[in-house]
């Protein structure tokens, strides 16, 4: 069984940072695609950030020179760090990653049940 566990989020004033921390734990193969998203109140789902296997990142556009997304060398644990908050961040952040447990299987994605960020003058 694989489990996501995210946790950094909170209350934060305009202008102010944030680290998020997602958590990888069960028995895991090989890691793919690990991926940050958000959804903010009556809003739909959409990826923030995403870092394939070879280091390449993918950002929303209006995260793009505010947000970066890491990772430990094991895979093992996905940050967000988040500079310069909006209030239009404010949204429950989710991690997400492409996981194998084993080595014959297809990747299936995984998600945590997520970490709420505000953005709060």
């Known amino acids: 069984q694989v489990q996501l566990v995210e946790s950094g989020g909170g209350v934060v004033q305009p202008g102010g940072s944030l680290t998020l921390s997602c958590t990888t734990s069960g028995s895991v193969f090989d890691t793919n695609i690990m991926s940050w998203y958000r959804q903010a109140p009556g809003k739909g789902l959409e990826l923030v950030a995403d870092?394939?296997?070879?280091?390449?990142?993918h950002y929303l556009d209006s995260v793009k020179n505010r947000f970066t997304i890491s990772r430990d060398d094991a895979k093992t644990i996905v940050w967000l760090q988040m500079e310069n908050l909006k209030f239009e961040d404010t949204a429950e952040y989710f991690c997400?990653?492409?996981?194998?447990?084993?080595?014959?299987?297809?990747?299936?994605?995984?998600w945590g049940s997520g970490t709420q960020v505000t953005v709060s003058s």
């Open positions: 870092l394939s296997p070879t280091g390449r990142r």
């Open positions: 997400a990653q492409e996981i194998k447990q084993h080595p014959q299987d297809q990747f299936t994605k995984y």
